[in-house]
């Protein structure tokens, strides 16, 4: 089975439990509620990804100027708004997002992810891949498909550190932003997930 196929089969498993452990309130940072998330992200068109992203990216820079002004000097930023992770003793992650350059979108890209052992329930998040050099969204786009951790070094940026941050210690290729329905996220990893161009 690939890995298409799997998290295919592992959504359709979620969809089974969604309404007892999903909350349908409002949510920041454009991160949806995993039944909707079900229902539309696998065949998300350009334009609701679009305005998820452009929803996910005002509330990430609303709560982080970090982000914003990492944001003002990059590249390229690519942008995953809605992305659902869940599982039970094997565990997958998919979502749909864009890549962009200033207020234009460049291209959509999907992140995919399988993980093993002890785990259960669903989680929506989002991330940004913020693109601080020409060579690292140079390899985004001659990849066909990039494995987190493989290629240009990337930095996963908590709370605390993005305080700490200047322009004289920036020295990664890549920062990245995970965000929650509740704000920015600690503890999560993006080490192993693949991002796939796709053509929405």
């Known amino acids: 089975m690939s890995l298409k196929q799997f998290v295919s089969l592992l959504l ?3 969809s089974l439990t969604l309404f007892s452990c999903q909350s349908t309130k409002p949510t920041q940072f454009g991160a949806r509620p995993a039944e909707r998330l079900l229902s539309s992200d696998r065949a998300s068109s350009p334009e609701q990804i679009d305005l998820d992203v452009t929803q996910a990216l005002d509330s990430l820079y609303a709560n982080q100027p970090e982000a914003k002004e990492l944001g003002q000097k990059a590249y390229g930023i ?5 992305i659902l992770k869940g599982g039970f003793m094997l565990g997958a992650q998919y979502g749909t997002g864009a890549l962009r350059k200033g207020n234009t979108t460049e291209g959509y890209y999907k992140t995919v992810a399988a993980s093993y052992g002890m785990q259960a329930g669903v989680q929506t998040f989002g991330y940004a891949l913020f693109f601080m050099s020409q060579s690292a969204l ?3 786009h001659s990849s066909k498909g990039w494995e987190i951790g493989m290629g240009p070094s ?7 550190m993005a305080k700490t941050m200047t322009t004289t210690t920036r ?8 965000f929650d329905q509740k704000g920015m996220m600690a503890g999560l990893g993006l080490q192993g997930s693949k991002i796939y161009p796709i053509k929405p």
């Open 12 to 14: 359709t498993v979620l």
């Open 154 to 160: 990337i930095v996963v940026v908590d709370a605390g």
């Open 78 to 82: 690519l942008v995953f708004p809605n």
């Open 138 to 140: 140079d390899y985004l």
């Open 171 to 178: 020295k990664a290729d890549v920062y990245s932003f995970i």
